[in-house]
């Protein structure tokens, strides 16, 4: 007789918001930035993709293994593997980042960006659409704090055109 294994998808929390049940938890235009996914052996985990700047597609992050497109390649994007840890560089930037906390939580920093260009995550002086410096979610003039979003299909949507959207169905 086969075991049946019943997995949850995962929390994802995101500027200490909680995105429960959420497979979608960013995305930009039509383009998922952060979303949950089913993996065949591990049940659920996160996947990200990153790309330049200039809107090149570099990687994907899914769950704590990043994967370089032949765009990525060329490009010189570089891994290393410090104690615990997943580094991607390009040049001397560091674009993510994944922490192994435990088997089951993981901490990623990144800088991302669309596949238009846009900066997604606010560091130094740039300009960003979305922000979660010191542990709030900043999107435009709205700052959340400890939010729970909750069965939504996307749980902020971001718009070109400067309109956001959030518990989206």
């Given at each position: 007789m086969d075991?049946?294994?019943?997995?949850?998808?995962?929390?994802?929390?995101?500027?200490?918001?909680?995105?429960m049940s959420c497979p979608t938890v960013l995305q930009f235009d039509d383009e998922p930035l952060i979303q949950v996914v089913r993996m065949e052996q591990a049940g659920f985990s996160t996947q990200i993709p990153i790309y330049h700047e200039d809107g090149t597609y570099l990687a994907?992050?899914?769950?704590?293994?990043?994967?370089?497109?032949?765009?990525?390649?060329?490009?010189?994007?570089?891994m290393s593997h410090p104690d615990k840890m997943t580094v991607c560089t390009l040049g001397n930037q560091t674009l993510f980042e994944i922490t192994r906390r435990d088997a089951a939580s993981i901490k990623t920093a990144a800088e991302l960006h669309t596949p238009i260009g846009y900066f997604v995550k606010y560091m130094g002086?740039?300009?960003?659409?979305?922000?979660?410096?010191?542990g709030a979610l900043q999107i435009g003039g709205v700052t959340m704090i400890g939010n729970i979003f909750s069965g939504c299909r996307i749980g902020v949507w971001i718009k070109s055109d400067g309109s956001v959207a959030m518990g989206c169905n």
């Open positions: 075991k049946l294994i019943f997995q949850n998808a995962p929390n994802v929390e995101l500027g200490t918001n909680i995105f994907k992050v899914v769950g704590s293994q990043i994967f370089k497109t032949p765009e990525g390649e060329k490009a010189g994007l570089k002086n740039a300009p960003s659409v979305l922000s979660s410096e010191g």
